[in-house]
């Protein structure tokens, strides 16, 4: 606190008219509405900051980074937690490479027009709500991690397919529904999974971390 009242951060009245400005009419108004149905201390510090009111925004993000410091220091003694995490980051950083590279496969290797590609999307997506239901109800057979691991098995089955024996439209169709199969149950029960490794009462910190490492 001593910290930030020596510190002679300035209020900018430009950026603040030009923060008003933007609002409609009532600014006043809207600011305080907003900033009293923030949820989180970054969200607060990230509204006075657009407002040009640094020195408050620093006591909200300082609050905001040191309740993230202490969860991580409290993550320590969840040990499955780590572990969940880690292997998360991994398999999820490839799922999103697949779908990041999957339209620039289709388009550069297999030369598909934009219509195939499109619809191979779309096909994906409708796919993914029925791969979803369909391994919620393989969760309550077999749990929700064992359902997890059988989903990441058909990944790696999927794309050792893709690499052997996709090479036109046809195939790319067939491994784009594949992956719809297990898109939607992959990412869903992975967070079922994670909300039993949470303490109770922590949900917002420990999901804030579950985000981090989905980015």
């Known amino acids: 606190v001593t910290g930030v009242q020596t510190c002679a951060l300035p209020i900018y009245p430009e950026r603040r008219a030009a923060y008003d400005a933007s609002l409609a009419g009532d600014g006043g108004l809207l600011d305080a509405d907003r900033l009293a149905s923030a949820e989180t201390n970054f969200r607060k510090g990230e509204i006075l900051l657009r407002q040009g009111n640094f020195r408050a925004a620093i006591d ?53 027009g934009l219509g195939t590609l499109t619809s191979a999307v779309l096909l994906v997506q409708f796919v993914a709500l029925f791969g979803a239901i369909g391994f919620n109800k393989v969760a309550d057979r077999v749990g929700g991690r064992q359902a997890v691991v059988l989903g990441l098995g058909v990944w790696c089955l999927a794309l050792v397919g893709i690499y052997f024996f ?23 029960l992975s967070r079922s999974v994670f909300s039993f490794l949470i303490p109770k009462g922590q949900e917002a910190e420990y999901f804030s971390i579950y985000e981090i490492s989905d980015k």
């Open 60 to 112: 909200y993000l300082r609050a905001a980074v040191g309740q993230l410091a202490h969860t991580f220091s409290g993550l320590r003694c969840y040990p499955h937690t780590m572990l969940f995490l880690a292997a998360y980051l991994v398999y999820n950083d490839a799922i999103q490479t697949v779908f990041t590279m999957a339209v620039q496969f289709g388009s550069e290797e297999l030369k598909l």
């Open 166 to 188: 996709v090479y036109s439209a046809t195939g790319f169709y067939v491994a784009a529904a594949t992956i719809g199969c297990v898109m939607g149950g992959t990412q869903a």
